[in-house]
C-alpha cells in the first residue's frame, strides 16, 4: 500500500486567498484525521471521520476552516480566507482499529 | 495539566549510550498506548504499541505502569539515526476514540 496521500506537500499562498489540502487514506481504513502542528502548539486534532462521517471538529480553529469526506478514498480541508497564522504543517491520518498512520504532510505558507 | 506529558529535551547521548523517556497521563480510563518517532520535518510514525506486561522490539523497550500512570521508552545502544523526537501518545479516556499526543521528547544521539 502506497500509505497516506496528501496533496499538495507544499504551498505558498497570499492572505485572504482559499486554500485546499487534500488526502487519500489508506485503503480499508474507516477513520481520518486532520492535524496541524506548528513549534508554539506542537501537534493539534482539527477534526475527524468515521466512515466518512465527522464525528469531532472541536478542534477546527474557526469557521474559515472546513472539511468534508466524500467518500472512503478521500477527503479536503478547506481554508478560506487563508491567514498567516494559519502556516503550519498540516498532516491527514488513517486508521484501522489502534494503528494510526499518518501522510507526509501538507506545508503551508500564508504570507 | 495537560493530558499527557512529557519532558521536551533535548536528551544529548553519545553512541552507544542506553537512553530513557517516561510519560505521564492523567486519564486512567486511557486505554492503550503508544510511542510515535518523528523525524525533522517529516511525519510522526508509530515505533510501538506499549503493553501493559512491557514489550521489547530490538533495542527498544516500551513499560506501562497503569498504577502511577506513566509509560517509558528505553533505547539501548543508541544510534546516530535514533535522532529524532519521540511522541507519547494515549487513545481513549477524555479523547474518546482519538489519540492524545504528548509534546513530544528530542533525542540527539552524537558521535
Not at chain 1, 469557521?63 to 487563508?82: E, G, V, Y
Request: hydrophobic residues 30%; neutral net charge; charged residues 20%.
Amino acid at each position: 500500500d502506497a500509505g497516506v496521500i496528501q496533496s499538495p506537500r507544499h504551498e505558498v499562498t497570499e492572505m485572504g486567498q482559499e486554500v485546499t489540502l487534500r488526502c487519500k487514506p489508506i485503503s480499508g481504513h474507516n477513520s481520518l484525521f486532520w492535524y496541524r502542528q506548528t513549534m508554539m502548539r506542537g501537534l493539534e486534532l482539527l477534526i475527524y471521520f468515521n466512515n466518512n462521517v465527522p464525528i469531532d471538529d472541536s478542534g477546527m480553529p474557526e469557521d474559515r476552516f472546513s472539511a468534508k469526506m466524500p467518500n472512503a478514498s478521500f477527503s479536503t480541508l478547506k481554508i478560506q480566507p487563508s491567514e498567516p497564522r494559519d502556516s503550519a504543517v498540516y498532516f491527514c491520518a488513517s486508521r484501522l482499529l489502534n494503528e494510526q498512520y499518518f501522510g507526509p504532510g501538507t506545508r503551508l505558507t500564508v504570507t | 495539566r495537560k493530558e499527557v506529558e512529557q519532558d521536551p529535551g533535548p536528551f544529548n547521548v553519545p553512541e552507544g549510550a542506553t537512553v530513557a523517556f517516561n510519560c505521564t497521563y492523567s486519564n486512567s480510563a486511557s486505554q492503550s498506548f503508544f510511542w510515535y518517532r518523528q523525524d525533522c520535518r517529516k511525519e510522526p510514525k508509530l515505533l510501538m504499541s506499549v503493553y501493559s506486561s512491557g514489550n521489547e522490539d530490538g533495542r527498544f523497550t516500551a513499560q506501562l505502569n497503569r498504577a502511577s500512570q506513566y509509560i517509558s521508552l528505553l533505547i539501548r545502544d543508541s544510534k546516530l539515526s535514533d535522532s529524532a523526537t519521540y511522541l507519547c501518545v494515549v487513545h481513549g479516556g477524555n479523547a474518546g476514540n482519538m489519540l492524545t499526543f504528548g509534546g513530544g521528547t528530542r533525542l540527539m544521539v552524537k558521535p
